[in-house]
């Protein structure tokens, strides 16, 4: 038993410095950033929560925010909505998708196998792909080559946030900001690391187990198939705290998940809602505190204990 475990230990050190040095998506540092505007956090969390309501009321916000609502579909389909709205003074667009809080089918979707996508040359999560194709597809002839254009949106509408991103760096669009809600993952190591250098910022709360899956098991390192994040993931914390990680260490935080059932306290944590409410904590004074990762190696290894 003794010797199996320290195989198995030895193994497991060898798959992180062989990932390490593969891959810089792996960093396992904090962020170099320590600081989140959070009002500007909170902008994003609007305009991805009124992606849920009616078209006057995204109209209504458009125009409080200097914005002109450009276009807008439902796509009977794939059962996706969107709107794109344009700022003509500080030349941007933005692009919002609507997500779902069904936290069931968010789980369930996310669990299907990747698939090659020639355009971005990266392998994708098969209904997010299908979904920001539909979008791109019908919202390119309303975006303008010289703005710059963010996206945004909560749960599997972030997911397309994310994978329409892609799509536009791809195509030499002027890509800014990439905020998203309780977002699961869309691709790869590889992937990932492809498109290290958009500027994605994945909010969080600690009990939303949707960006956690498929949850993430550690062995699973020298496959460079299994799912995993970009960007920065920005935690809420209680009252005004928050913390910030990356690469590994925000992978690591699946690993709990595998040990706990799913409660209503993990769909409340799903809601837009409750992230808006987080956010407001935050304003005006937020204080980065670490996170602590309640590692425990015997997890890894089926619960094995002495």
Partial sequence: MLIQRLFKYTSLIIILVFISNTTSALATTQPAQTTVNFPEIKEYANFANVAYQTVPEIQELSSLKKHILTHQNNIPEIEIFYYLITNDINKTQTIAVRGTANIENAIIDVELKLTDDKHTGARLHSGFLQAALAIYNEIKPQ???????????????????????????????????VVTFGQPKVTNITGANKFKHLDVIRVVTPKDVVPLVPPFDPMDLNNLDIYWHLGKEIIL???????????INSMIRATKFTQEPLTEDNLQNHQMTQYIDMINNKIPTARLVPFKNSLNIFNWFGGEKD
């Fill in 143 to 177: 975006l303008r080559s010289n703005y710059v254009i963010n996206t945004t949106g909560h749960s599997l509408g972030g997911a397309a946030a994310v994978v329409l991103a892609m799509y536009l760096d791809i195509d030499n669009y002027k890509i800014g900001k």
């Fill in 237 to 247: 914390l209680a009252d005004n705290t928050y913390a910030m990680l990356e690469g």
